[in-house]
């Protein structure tokens, strides 16, 4: 994965973004060829990044598959236009974007298209949140394809997170590549997947699971919820 701003007004977003500036210092950034992780905290530009790499790929904005070309609401940043993605020998034979936030107007459109079967056979709307997203993984993912996915812990119990693991890791078995931005410490789990951290800065790091933020940070609170309660409410309230 590639950055090519230079015809872009880098005084304007989304380039002012520091992840943006580590893209550039990178020069670029491989992605694995079975599982990719996305980390870092809210505002380091996991879902700009991962919404970039899926307009770059040919998948629309909002989410579906490539080809969905349905609008809601124009928001996408501009990144995906100056991305470049370099891929290997092997094309993918099917794909999926799902982003949470938008999710439900992807369950809108699958219903005004038809096509309800490849997911179950059962209109996502008619399912809760963190089911449709399953039913999703499970119905409509396929080996071979090209799956980026931006939080979609989002939806899911902690034993919903768990069947998602294991449905990547059989998936990724069968040649399937996921680019995944996630907040979740079980989904980072997934074995052999590289993890790569965004840092305030915009820095860009390959790290170890162990090291990942949402990994030390959760294993933290765990391991003393008192201390971080009284941090928080030192109001005594």
Known sequence: MELTDD?????AYPFT????????????????PAVTFLAGGN??????????????????PEGGSANFRFSTRATESSLGEHLRLVRGTRKPR?????????FYNVATEID????????????LHERSHGESFLDLATHRFKPQGLYLLDEPEAALSVHGCLALL?????????????????????????????ILQIEPDGVIRHVDYDDAQ????????????????????????
């Open 214 to 237: 949402p990994v030390v940070l959760t294993r933290s609170f765990l391991a003393d919820p008192q201390r971080y309660l009284h941090h928080l409410f030192r109001d005594g309230n």
């Open 17 to 32: 973004l520091p992840v943006v500036a580590g893209l550039r210092a990178a020069g670029q950034v491989e992605l694995d």
């Open 112 to 123: 005004r298209l038809g096509v309800v079967d490849g997911y179950g056979g059962t209109s």
């Open 166 to 194: 294991a449905r990547i890791r059989d998936l990724t078995q069968a040649g399937a590549q996921f680019v995944i931005a996630t907040h979740s410490p079980i989904l980072l789990a997934v074995p052999h997947a590289r």
């Open 94 to 102: 099917t794909g999926f974007f799902l982003r949470a936030e938008s």
């Open 7 to 11: 015809d872009a007004d880098r005084s």
């Open 43 to 60: 505002g380091t530009g996991k879902s700009t990044l991962i919404e970039a790499i899926a307009v770059a790929a040919g998948f629309n």
